[in-house]
């Protein structure tokens, strides 16, 4: 079969290759790419035989990069403890590779270990390699990738790339990257990888809209009211002041995972599950978002930053007084957008969308508000009014559907209360979800893009993110509204939702 015909792979069994990552001795290797691999391997889902080669400046050697490997295998694998024999074969297809990424020669070399290992264990020449190091050295890896010839335009052999994000800072910058890798890869080879798109339960929401029948018909401007997408966490900076710095929220939470969440959410349904038929309807869906004014953002978009406060019981410092940060900071650590979409399913249902660190709990969902019943024959419910129903879609952490609707309080009157019909994923299915970078390293291997991100994606959501980003430039401020960590934001939030709404407290 063709390799790169992905989407329609539907054997779960990937060809022999070798994995080659860049910047291995980082943490995200050691914290996940590591850990799921291993995860794999004793799911029987990893290609055999594999091989991963690590690369990184660091002098560690082949045992000593296993060496580290397994620490983190043993710290964040889902599957502890580790099993002694597995590791162990696992381990003899662990490599280590020292260069510099700028350092042509050390390409050269990693060509001929690469055919080593490859006559060893006696199979073609696929490889899967793997982004992991800052972004400002991607164009050169890719740049010596390709003139050391070790990417064939080919099917078979073939060679893929994982690409981590951040992907670019802003529509210039991805546009850029999209052609430095296309100067070496064809636009199938590419993974950009958004590890929401691993969730389980984001991709539920294909699966719960596009395989039932009885909510796509309620899915549009007819029934619902508005939409809420929150993407909180309870966490603050953990050391990644000078990255927030020069990223914030909008930058590191929106773009990507909330605008993929929301694109799943708000798409038509695509003709099959093949990779580009639903990237296609993702990406209509980006561009039908209404563009805002640039003098009118403030009436859209609204940012703010922690002061000091409590969360979780515990007392936290403020976003300014965090490492690496500037003590005059203007960065966002919340935003909150109102949003339309201008298409005939979503016609004047306003998306308000909000993501913020050190809120009062750590909550990812997305909350379908619907319109009343057109005629109030119940009365009001006790001066509060009827019941709005609200379909919520809780991506973590307690994954599941909720759905919110009025009922008759037992007794000889029609007291209306609201309750809730519960769908949880731990009690219906009774096990642990896989981690994100488990489905979506295996898809890479697969060939299947599906779940990675198309270049038209990531530059209609850049150009929708830039826009919001030219605006705050040309404003200038000195200041932006301030709320205490573990509240759930500042008061100009409220002020960007219709009447009658307000934010869910999840
Ligand atoms: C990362 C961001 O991409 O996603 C982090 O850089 C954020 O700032 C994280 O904390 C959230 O991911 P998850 O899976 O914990 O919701």
């Known amino acids: 079969m063709n390799p790169l015909r992905e989407g329609l792979i539907k054997e779960r069994v990937p060809e022999p290759q070798v994995m080659v990552i860049f910047g291995a001795s980082g943490d995200l290797t050691r914290r996940k790419l590591l850990p799921a691999l291993y995860t794999l391997a004793r799911e029987r889902l990893l290609p055999a035989p594999f091989a991963v080669v690590g690369f990184a400046r660091r002098p560690l050697g082949d045992e000593g990069f296993r060496q580290k490997m397994r620490e983190g295998c043993d710290q964040f694998t889902r599957l502890r403890p580790v099993d002694d024999t597995l590791w162990a074969t696992l381990a003899d297809a662990i490599y280590y590779h020292q260069g510099s990424f700028d350092d ?7 060509k001929a270990r690469l055919e080593e290992i490859d006559t060893s264990l006696g199979v073609p020449a696929n490889r899967l390699f793997y982004l992991s190091t800052p972004p400002s050295a991607y164009p050169e890896i890719i740049k010596n990738l390709g003139e050391a010839g070790l990417v064939t335009r080919s099917y078979s052999p073939f060679a893929r790339i994982i690409v981590e994000k951040p992907f670019g800072r802003d529509l210039e910058t991805a546009r850029t990257l999209n052609r430095q890798l296309k100067q070496v890869f064809r636009e199938v080879q590419i993974f950009r990888i958004d590890h929401y798109l691993g969730k389980e339960t984001v991709q539920n929401m294909l699966v719960f809209r596009f395989g039932n029948g009885i909510f796509e018909p309620l899915w549009n401007n007819r029934y619902v009211d508005h939409i809420q997408i929150t993407g909180a966490e309870s966490i603050g900076m953990e050391g990644r002041g000078a990255y927030y710095e020069e990223a914030g929220i909008l930058r590191d939470m929106v773009q990507n995972h909330l605008f993929q969440v929301m694109s799943l959410m708000g798409m038509e349904p695509p003709v099959s ?4 038929a639903v990237r296609d309807e993702k990406v209509k869906f980006l561009r039908s978002l209404r563009t805002i004014p640039l003098d009118k953002m403030d009436e859209f978009v609204v940012r703010a930053q922690y002061t000091s406060g409590h969360v979780l019981g515990e007392s936290v410092a ?9 003590p005059g900071s203007t960065t966002e650590t919340y935003v909150a957008l109102k949003l339309y979409v201008d298409n005939w399913r979503w016609a004047n249902v306003p998306i308000y969308l909000r993501s913020a660190k050190r809120m009062p709990k750590r909550v990812t969902e997305i909350a379908i508000h619907y319109r009343h019943a057109p005629h109030q024959v119940f009365g009001s419910d006790g001066g509060r009014g009827p019941v ?4 919520s879609i809780r991506i973590q952490p307690d994954e599941g559907i909720s759905l919110h609707f009025g009922s008759k309080v037992p007794g000889p009157t029609t007291d209306i209360a609201p309750v809730n019909m519960e769908f949880r ?8 979800p896989p981690e994100a970078y488990e489905r979506l390293i295996l898809d890479a291997m697969l060939g299947d893009s599906t779940l990675f991100t198309r270049d038209d994606e990531v530059e209609a959501s850049w ?12 404003q200038k401020k000195k200041q932006i509204p301030l709320f205490e960590a573990g509240s759930w934001g500042p008061v100009e939030a409220d002020e960007l939702l219709g009447e009658g709404i307000s934010w869910r407290t999840p």
């Open 104 to 110: 042509p020669a050390a390409y050269t070399t990693l």
């Open 273 to 276: 599950m093949d990779s580009d």
């Open 318 to 326: 403020g976003y300014r007084q965090e490492p690496g940060v500037d």
């Open 388 to 391: 709005r129903n609200v379909l």
């Open 425 to 432: 994923y731990g009690t219906s299915f009774g096990a642990e």
């Open 463 to 474: 150009s929708f993110i830039s826009r919001i980003h030219e605006a705050w430039r040309q």
